[in-house]
Protein backbone atom coordinates (compact mmCIF):
# COMPACT_ATOMS: atom_id res chain seq x y z
CA UNK A 1 0.00 0.00 0.00
CA UNK A 2 0.98 3.36 -0.85
CA UNK A 3 2.06 5.97 1.88
CA UNK A 4 -0.69 9.02 2.06
CA UNK A 5 0.04 12.38 3.17
CA UNK A 6 -0.80 11.32 6.63
CA UNK A 7 1.55 8.96 6.93
CA UNK A 8 4.06 11.07 5.59
CA UNK A 9 3.26 14.05 7.86
CA UNK A 10 4.18 11.43 11.27
CA UNK A 11 7.54 10.34 9.71
CA UNK A 12 9.01 12.99 11.30
CA UNK A 13 9.21 13.85 15.12
CA UNK A 14 10.35 16.61 17.35
CA UNK A 15 12.75 13.28 18.68
CA UNK A 16 14.17 13.34 15.27
CA UNK A 17 15.96 16.37 15.79
CA UNK A 18 19.79 16.49 15.46
CA UNK A 19 20.41 19.08 17.75
CA UNK A 20 23.00 21.32 15.58
CA UNK A 21 20.61 24.38 15.43
CA UNK A 22 19.96 24.05 11.43
CA UNK A 23 19.30 27.69 9.18
CA UNK A 24 16.57 25.37 7.68
CA UNK A 25 15.58 22.47 9.65
CA UNK A 26 15.19 19.68 7.55
CA UNK A 27 12.37 19.02 10.09
CA UNK A 28 10.09 21.71 8.84
CA UNK A 29 9.64 20.33 5.71
CA UNK A 30 7.86 16.59 4.94
CA UNK A 31 7.30 16.10 1.39
CA UNK A 32 4.52 14.41 -0.10
CA UNK A 33 5.34 10.39 -1.90
CA UNK A 34 6.90 11.82 -5.48
CA UNK A 35 5.35 11.64 -8.78
CA UNK A 36 7.80 8.52 -9.45
CA UNK A 37 6.64 6.49 -6.63
CA UNK A 38 3.23 6.68 -7.36
CA UNK A 39 3.75 6.00 -11.12
CA UNK A 40 5.79 2.95 -9.89
CA UNK A 41 3.31 1.49 -7.64
CA UNK A 42 5.88 0.88 -5.25
CA UNK A 43 6.90 0.97 -1.92
CA UNK A 44 9.34 3.26 -0.77
CA UNK A 45 12.23 1.86 1.78
CA UNK A 46 13.40 4.30 3.76
CA UNK A 47 9.88 5.96 4.76
CA UNK A 48 10.77 4.86 8.13
CA UNK A 49 14.21 3.85 9.58
CA UNK A 50 15.61 1.26 7.75
CA UNK A 51 19.00 -0.73 7.97
CA UNK A 52 21.37 -0.43 5.10
CA UNK A 53 24.43 -1.97 4.66
CA UNK A 54 27.44 -0.02 3.78
CA UNK A 55 28.93 -1.23 0.27
CA UNK A 56 31.81 0.68 -0.09
CA UNK A 57 34.05 3.34 1.25
CA UNK A 58 36.49 5.60 0.17
CA UNK A 59 38.34 8.01 2.27
CA UNK A 60 39.41 11.46 0.42
CA UNK A 61 41.37 14.72 1.10
CA UNK A 62 43.75 13.11 3.57
CA UNK A 63 41.14 11.01 4.64
CA UNK A 64 38.78 13.95 6.24
CA UNK A 65 36.26 13.26 3.82
CA UNK A 66 34.33 9.52 3.30
CA UNK A 67 32.86 8.50 0.47
CA UNK A 68 29.94 6.30 1.59
CA UNK A 69 27.79 3.52 -0.45
CA UNK A 70 24.89 1.95 0.79
CA UNK A 71 22.28 -0.29 -0.19
CA UNK A 72 19.24 -1.62 1.67
CA UNK A 73 19.54 -4.52 3.40
CA UNK A 74 16.17 -6.66 3.62
CA UNK A 75 15.29 -7.81 7.36
CA UNK A 76 15.23 -11.84 7.29
CA UNK A 77 11.48 -12.04 8.15
CA UNK A 78 10.85 -10.17 5.12
CA UNK A 79 13.32 -11.07 2.83
CA UNK A 80 10.94 -14.24 1.32
CA UNK A 81 7.53 -11.89 0.94
CA UNK A 82 9.48 -9.13 -0.62
CA UNK A 83 11.34 -9.47 -4.02
CA UNK A 84 13.13 -6.60 -5.92
CA UNK A 85 9.75 -5.70 -7.59
CA UNK A 86 8.17 -4.94 -4.55
CA UNK A 87 10.18 -1.89 -3.01
CA UNK A 88 12.02 0.93 -4.57
CA UNK A 89 14.52 4.01 -2.97
CA UNK A 90 12.94 7.41 -4.19
CA UNK A 91 15.20 10.61 -2.93
CA UNK A 92 14.60 13.65 -4.78
CA UNK A 93 17.17 15.56 -5.63
CA UNK A 94 17.98 17.79 -2.96
CA UNK A 95 16.52 15.89 -0.05
CA UNK A 96 18.06 14.54 2.97
CA UNK A 97 18.17 11.47 4.75
CA UNK A 98 18.56 10.91 8.34
CA UNK A 99 21.19 8.50 10.09
CA UNK A 100 20.36 6.97 13.47
CA UNK A 101 23.19 5.14 15.69
CA UNK A 102 22.00 5.11 18.82
CA UNK A 103 20.66 8.45 20.05
CA UNK A 104 22.80 10.17 17.79
CA UNK A 105 20.95 12.15 14.63
CA UNK A 106 22.63 13.61 11.36
CA UNK A 107 21.09 14.51 8.38
CA UNK A 108 22.99 13.95 5.13
CA UNK A 109 22.48 14.24 1.29
CA UNK A 110 22.95 11.94 -0.98
CA UNK A 111 24.76 12.60 -4.09
CA UNK A 112 23.76 9.84 -6.20
CA UNK A 113 21.04 7.00 -5.70
CA UNK A 114 19.34 4.08 -7.63
CA UNK A 115 15.81 3.73 -7.47
CA UNK A 116 15.82 0.23 -8.32
CA UNK A 117 18.78 -1.30 -6.60
CA UNK A 118 17.99 0.75 -4.02
CA UNK A 119 21.22 2.12 -3.11
CA UNK A 120 22.84 5.70 -2.52
CA UNK A 121 26.12 7.60 -1.88
CA UNK A 122 26.85 10.53 0.37
CA UNK A 123 30.01 12.36 0.93
CA UNK A 124 31.03 12.80 4.64
CA UNK A 125 32.90 15.24 6.30
CA UNK A 126 34.61 14.21 9.39
CA UNK A 127 34.85 16.62 12.25
CA UNK A 128 37.58 15.58 14.58
CA UNK A 129 35.54 16.47 17.99
CA UNK A 130 32.34 14.64 16.16
CA UNK A 131 30.70 12.24 17.71
CA UNK A 132 29.03 10.48 14.76
CA UNK A 133 32.15 11.16 13.08
CA UNK A 134 33.97 9.31 15.40
CA UNK A 135 31.13 6.18 14.61
CA UNK A 136 31.35 6.66 10.90
CA UNK A 137 35.43 6.95 11.20
CA UNK A 138 35.28 3.20 12.26
CA UNK A 139 32.69 1.71 10.09
CA UNK A 140 33.81 -0.66 7.69
CA UNK A 141 31.37 -2.63 4.22
CA UNK A 142 29.42 -5.01 5.37
CA UNK A 143 28.14 -2.48 8.30
CA UNK A 144 24.45 -1.70 8.77
CA UNK A 145 23.33 1.49 9.75
CA UNK A 146 19.73 3.05 9.89
CA UNK A 147 18.70 5.42 7.61
CA UNK A 148 14.84 7.18 7.13
CA UNK A 149 13.83 10.20 4.99
CA UNK A 150 13.24 11.65 2.13
CA UNK A 151 13.60 14.93 3.59
CA UNK A 152 13.32 18.11 2.02
CA UNK A 153 11.24 20.66 0.49
CA UNK A 154 12.85 21.47 -3.16
CA UNK A 155 10.59 20.56 -6.39
CA UNK A 156 12.43 21.43 -9.53
CA UNK A 157 9.10 21.79 -12.56
CA UNK A 158 11.10 21.21 -16.00
CA UNK A 159 8.10 22.61 -17.70
CA UNK A 160 9.16 26.17 -16.58
CA UNK A 161 12.37 27.57 -17.48
CA UNK A 162 14.51 28.98 -14.76
CA UNK A 163 17.77 30.45 -13.76
CA UNK A 164 18.94 28.49 -10.92
CA UNK A 165 22.11 30.13 -9.35
CA UNK A 166 23.44 27.11 -7.07
CA UNK A 167 26.30 27.63 -4.62
CA UNK A 168 28.14 25.27 -2.72
CA UNK A 169 30.51 25.03 -0.17
CA UNK A 170 33.29 22.38 0.50
CA UNK A 171 31.35 18.83 0.74
CA UNK A 172 28.25 20.13 0.07
CA UNK A 173 28.48 20.12 -2.98
CA UNK A 174 27.80 16.88 -3.22
CA UNK A 175 23.48 17.09 -2.71
CA UNK A 176 24.06 19.91 -5.47
CA UNK A 177 25.02 17.42 -8.17
CA UNK A 178 21.43 15.67 -8.79
CA UNK A 179 20.01 18.64 -8.61
CA UNK A 180 22.37 19.97 -12.02
CA UNK A 181 22.13 16.47 -13.34
CA UNK A 182 18.30 16.87 -13.38
CA UNK A 183 18.05 19.92 -15.61
CA UNK A 184 20.73 18.60 -17.78
CA UNK A 185 19.43 15.26 -18.45
CA UNK A 186 16.38 16.70 -19.60
CA UNK A 187 16.25 17.65 -23.16
CA UNK A 188 12.97 19.36 -22.83
CA UNK A 189 14.27 21.55 -19.70
CA UNK A 190 15.13 25.38 -20.77
CA UNK A 191 16.57 26.32 -17.43
CA UNK A 192 19.89 27.87 -16.99
CA UNK A 193 22.06 26.50 -14.20
CA UNK A 194 24.65 29.17 -12.73
CA UNK A 195 26.96 26.44 -10.43
CA UNK A 196 29.21 28.46 -8.22
CA UNK A 197 31.45 26.15 -6.12
CA UNK A 198 33.68 28.14 -2.90
CA UNK A 199 36.62 25.47 -1.96
CA UNK A 200 39.69 25.79 -0.42
CA UNK A 201 41.55 25.19 -3.38
CA UNK A 202 42.06 22.98 -6.11
CA UNK A 203 42.80 20.02 -4.29
CA UNK A 204 39.51 20.50 -1.67
CA UNK A 205 37.08 20.69 -5.15
CA UNK A 206 34.94 17.52 -4.92
CA UNK A 207 33.43 15.71 -8.18
CA UNK A 208 35.50 18.11 -10.67
CA UNK A 209 35.29 15.42 -13.52
CA UNK A 210 31.69 15.63 -12.97
CA UNK A 211 32.13 19.66 -13.19
CA UNK A 212 33.88 19.17 -16.03
CA UNK A 213 31.07 17.03 -17.95
CA UNK A 214 28.56 19.22 -17.05
CA UNK A 215 30.51 22.03 -18.66
CA UNK A 216 29.84 20.41 -22.06
CA UNK A 217 25.94 21.35 -22.10
CA UNK A 218 24.90 24.65 -23.49
CA UNK A 219 22.66 25.86 -20.45
CA UNK A 220 25.64 24.96 -17.64
CA UNK A 221 28.33 27.47 -16.35
CA UNK A 222 30.26 27.07 -13.29
CA UNK A 223 32.87 29.18 -11.68
CA UNK A 224 35.19 28.05 -8.60
CA UNK A 225 35.92 30.08 -5.95
CA UNK A 226 39.69 29.36 -4.75
CA UNK A 227 40.81 31.61 -1.81
CA UNK A 228 43.62 30.25 -0.39
CA UNK A 229 45.02 29.01 -3.58
CA UNK A 230 48.74 28.72 -3.22
CA UNK A 231 51.29 28.24 -6.46
CA UNK A 232 54.52 26.87 -5.74
CA UNK A 233 56.29 28.29 -8.84
CA UNK A 234 59.60 29.64 -7.49
CA UNK A 235 59.10 32.74 -9.55
CA UNK A 236 54.95 33.45 -7.90
CA UNK A 237 56.70 33.26 -4.43
CA UNK A 238 59.33 35.09 -4.48
CA UNK A 239 57.54 37.65 -6.97
CA UNK A 240 54.49 37.47 -4.69
CA UNK A 241 52.44 37.25 -8.09
CA UNK A 242 48.53 37.66 -8.35
CA UNK A 243 47.63 34.10 -8.43
CA UNK A 244 44.76 35.13 -11.30
CA UNK A 245 47.45 36.24 -13.57
CA UNK A 246 50.02 33.50 -12.70
CA UNK A 247 50.82 31.39 -15.59
CA UNK A 248 50.90 27.87 -13.20
CA UNK A 249 47.72 28.66 -12.23
CA UNK A 250 46.06 28.95 -15.12
CA UNK A 251 47.74 25.91 -16.85
CA UNK A 252 46.09 23.74 -13.88
CA UNK A 253 42.73 24.35 -15.38
CA UNK A 254 40.68 22.39 -17.70
CA UNK A 255 39.49 22.82 -20.40
CA UNK A 256 36.18 25.53 -20.19
CA UNK A 257 36.90 25.50 -15.98
CA UNK A 258 36.53 28.80 -15.05
CA UNK A 259 38.54 29.62 -11.34
CA UNK A 260 38.96 32.59 -9.07
CA UNK A 261 41.70 32.65 -6.29
CA UNK A 262 38.95 34.99 -4.27
CA UNK A 263 35.85 35.04 -2.52
CA UNK A 264 32.34 34.54 -3.85
CA UNK A 265 30.90 37.93 -2.00
CA UNK A 266 28.21 40.46 -3.73
CA UNK A 267 30.34 41.67 -6.88
CA UNK A 268 31.11 38.36 -7.72
CA UNK A 269 27.77 37.35 -7.79
CA UNK A 270 26.70 40.29 -9.41
CA UNK A 271 28.76 39.27 -12.74
CA UNK A 272 26.57 36.11 -12.87
CA UNK A 273 23.66 38.22 -13.04
CA UNK A 274 22.22 38.35 -17.45
CA UNK A 275 18.51 40.20 -17.00
CA UNK A 276 18.31 39.32 -20.76
CA UNK A 277 18.44 35.69 -20.06
CA UNK A 278 14.49 35.18 -19.34
CA UNK A 279 13.14 32.79 -16.47
CA UNK A 280 11.94 33.03 -12.93
CA UNK A 281 15.83 33.40 -10.62
CA UNK A 282 15.64 30.47 -8.14
CA UNK A 283 18.64 30.28 -5.70
CA UNK A 284 19.81 27.10 -4.09
CA UNK A 285 22.94 27.40 -1.22
CA UNK A 286 24.37 24.07 0.24
CA UNK A 287 26.91 24.58 3.27
CA UNK A 288 27.00 25.34 6.88
CA UNK A 289 24.41 27.49 8.51
CA UNK A 290 26.95 30.47 8.52
CA UNK A 291 27.53 29.93 4.71
CA UNK A 292 23.65 29.43 4.12
CA UNK A 293 22.68 32.79 5.83
CA UNK A 294 25.62 34.98 4.28
CA UNK A 295 25.17 33.96 0.66
CA UNK A 296 20.81 33.48 1.22
CA UNK A 297 21.43 37.64 2.19
CA UNK A 298 24.27 38.43 -0.50
CA UNK A 299 22.65 36.90 -3.37
CA UNK A 300 18.93 37.54 -2.53
CA UNK A 301 20.30 41.13 -3.21
CA UNK A 302 22.88 40.91 -5.88
CA UNK A 303 20.94 38.27 -8.18
CA UNK A 304 17.26 39.95 -7.48
CA UNK A 305 16.01 36.73 -6.25
CA UNK A 306 12.76 36.43 -4.48
CA UNK A 307 13.34 35.36 -1.14
CA UNK A 308 10.39 32.72 -1.54
CA UNK A 309 12.62 31.54 -3.82
CA UNK A 310 15.55 30.79 -1.68
CA UNK A 311 16.12 27.06 -0.58
CA UNK A 312 18.89 26.43 1.43
CA UNK A 313 20.00 22.85 1.54
Known amino acids: MLPNEDVQEDLL ?6 GNGCTNCILDHRPRP ?9 RNVILGYTKFRLLRRESKSDGQVLLLHFGHAASEEKEEEETETDAVLDIPPGHHVMLRVGSLL ?17 LVKL ?6 SRHLSAVRPN ?8 IGQYAHDPLEAKC ?16 VRQVLENEEDMSRVWHLVCARDLQHVHFREELLEFA ?13 QQCEAEACQDQDQDQVGCLHFRRSLRYKEAARVARLDASELAS ?35 PASVYLL
Request: glycine fraction near 6%; proline fraction near 8%; include cysteine.
Open 216 to 228: QFWNYRSCLYLPH
Open 13 to 18: QDSDCC
Open 143 to 150: DLLEFRGP
Open 34 to 42: SKRVLLAGK
Open 127 to 132: QPDGAM
Open 164 to 179: LFILAQGVAIAPTMPL
Open 272 to 306: HLNPSIPGQRVLIVAGDASFQRTMAQLASHSLAVD
Open 106 to 122: RPYSPYWSDFLAREFRI
